[in-house]
């Protein structure tokens, strides 16, 4: 099975892409690693390589959680399978 995206944790709601050309409409496979487990998603939007895709939906105001961190507040809604980045998402440091 080939993995497309990582997520570090279940606590997560977010994994980032690991390899290119995943597109709207693709199922994609993730390895979450802490537990060894893999999940599957639909994507709702394009994913770049690198960058996150929502493994949940986030209302505008809701807080961001990788590595089981706070990694920012979402500042337009986001749904699951959908590219979640600096256009939806912002630090919460300024």
């Known amino acids: 099975m080939a993995i497309d995206f990582l997520v570090h944790e279940a606590a997560d ?3 980032v ?9 693709q199922e994609i496979t993730g390895w979450v690693m802490k537990e060894d487990e893999t999940i599957t998603i639909k994507l709702i939007s394009d994913i770049p390589i690198g960058h996150k895709v929502a493994l949940q939906d986030y209302n505008t105001g809701d807080t961001i ?3 089981n961190t706070d990694i920012g507040k979402v500042v ?6 959908e590219h979640l980045h600096v ?6 440091r300024w």
């Open 17 to 25: 892409a690991v390899v290119e050309g995943l597109t709207s409409g």
């Open 13 to 15: 709601g977010v994994g």
């Open 65 to 67: 959680i990788k590595y």
């Open 87 to 92: 256009h939806n998402v912002k630090t919460k």
């Open 76 to 81: 337009a809604p986001i749904k699951k399978g």
